[in-house]
């Protein structure tokens, strides 16, 4: 089955720097890997996501991409301000159940 | 749009009663939703997955006749924990996937954080 993994698992930066949060995959055929934002004691946000059939995806602050080769995706947030402080959640697609399987997550600190 | 809401959003119960837990997509029909378990400072974990008019799938070590879940309309799933004990306590989040659009996209409720006495 599908293994997701996340790193690190705890990020601290400064406002106004960037933060960038690795996954890797083990499922060759996935396909379909979004990132959610869960701030406390609420549920999880869809923030982005990216089909196999691109490698970068952008949308304003966050862009996510993606090496099928190496089986990696990337989260990056540019000029991160402190309501980016949330846990950060990668996922993937896992085909042969179509189910998504998620990542430990990233707890994200943005320090003012 | 791709709104999901929850009710109650925090339950407190005695051990052995049982508790239902409403999903619902506000704003959108879904044939799927999804019922996950988080535990604190935890991923999330797939519980069980729901379609409208058919039983439920669940995930390998979950109890079904302890977590029934019932998706009777393409807006509405619900969960029941029966008979909840202390061990059950823990953040349940349910998630919808728009009818007609990507199955894989998933728009997540607020959760509901159980707590058993």
């Known amino acids: 089955g599908e293994n997701v993994e996340q790193h690190p698992s705890t990020l601290s930066v400064q406002e106004g720097d960037s933060a960038v949060i690795k996954c890797t995959y083990s499922?060759?055929?996935?396909?379909?890997f979004p990132w959610y934002k869960q701030e406390l004691g609420k549920g999880p946000q869809l923030i982005i996501d990216?089909?196999?059939?691109?490698g970068e995806k952008k949308d304003q602050r966050i862009a996510v991409t993606l090496n099928k080769t190496a089986k990696h995706f990337s989260l990056h947030i540019t000029e991160t301000q402190p309501e980016d402080s949330a846990v950060y959640f990668c996922a993937a697609l896992e085909t042969s159940y179509d189910k998504v399987i998620f990542g430990p997550g990233t707890s994200l600190s943005v320090i003012p | 749009g791709a709104v999901v809401s929850q009710h109650p959003s925090w339950v407190i119960c005695k051990s052995g009663t049982s508790v239902k837990i409403e999903c619902r997509s506000l704003d959108f029909q879904a044939t799927t939703m999804f019922w996950y378990r988080q535990f604190p400072k935890q991923s999330l974990m797939l519980m069980a997955t729901?379609?409208?008019?058919?039983?439920?799938?669940?995930e390998q070590g979950v109890e079904k006749d302890k977590f029934l879940i019932n998706h009777a309309s393409l807006t509405l799933s619900t969960l029941t924990v029966t008979s909840a004990h202390p061990e059950d306590s823990s953040f349940y989040i349910c998630?919808?996937?728009?009818?007609?659009?990507?199955?894989?996209?998933?728009?997540f409720g607020p959760g509901t954080r159980l707590t058993v006495l």
């Open positions: 990216i089909r196999s059939n691109v």
């Open positions: 499922d060759s055929a996935s396909n379909y």
């Open positions: 729901s379609n409208e008019g058919s039983k439920a799938t669940y």
């Open positions: 998630s919808a996937a728009r009818a007609g659009g990507p199955s894989d996209t998933q728009y």
